[in-house]
């Protein structure tokens, strides 16, 4: 909306010449609401781009990542408080929901390209060891996932020495 009233702004003026209206000050846009609006235009744009990538059928972790990252330097580049105060509200609230699944998936992706970065705090990754444990975590989650139920902590004993046999036979 903003991009449309910014394109036919030219347009918008003469029609209010042509009314009568443009001595009225109800009806006189200033050259700084003008600004602002270009200005508000420009934060929007990358934000737009994010969300139409991210509203994709084929969007993944990766993507999504790669977006935000896109969306957030584009941002910053920007030079504004909005733009800047934007960032940083979403630099917070990537860091609350962020987990290591992403990360996780990238490595799974390609291996030997993956390499753990702390350059970004908002996007850092974990190094290789950590993704293996967790890698480790999900296997013994998902293929025996009994271990946890109730019925087997009764059996102390022997749910533990299960436990350490299969931790030792994942061991990577």
Do not use: W
């Amino acid at each position: 909306m903003v991009e449309k009233f910014n394109k036919l702004k030219l347009c918008i003026a003469k029609t209010l010449i042509d009314l009568g209206l443009s001595a009225n000050i109800e009806y006189r846009f200033s050259q700084h609401e003008f600004d602002a609006l270009v200005n508000l235009e420009n934060i929007l744009k990358p934000v737009k781009l994010a969300v139409e990538v991210l509203c994709r059928q084929d969007a993944t972790l990766i993507t999504a990542e790669a977006t935000l990252k896109f969306m957030i330097k584009k941002l910053e580049d920007n030079n504004s408080a909005l733009a800047s105060e934007l960032a940083l509200c979403l630099r917070r609230r990537i860091l609350q929901r962020r987990t290591n699944l992403n990360a996780l998936l990238m490595y799974l992706q390609n291996p030997c390209n993956y390499c753990a970065s702390n350059d970004d705090e908002t996007f850092c990754l974990p190094s290789k060891n950590v993704l293996r444990k967790q890698i480790q975590e999900f296997v013994m989650r998902m293929k025996f996932g009994i271990l946890n139920s109730p019925e087997t902590e009764s059996n102390g004993e022997r749910s533990s020495s299960r436990d350490k046999q299969l931790r030792r036979s994942f061991a990577i």
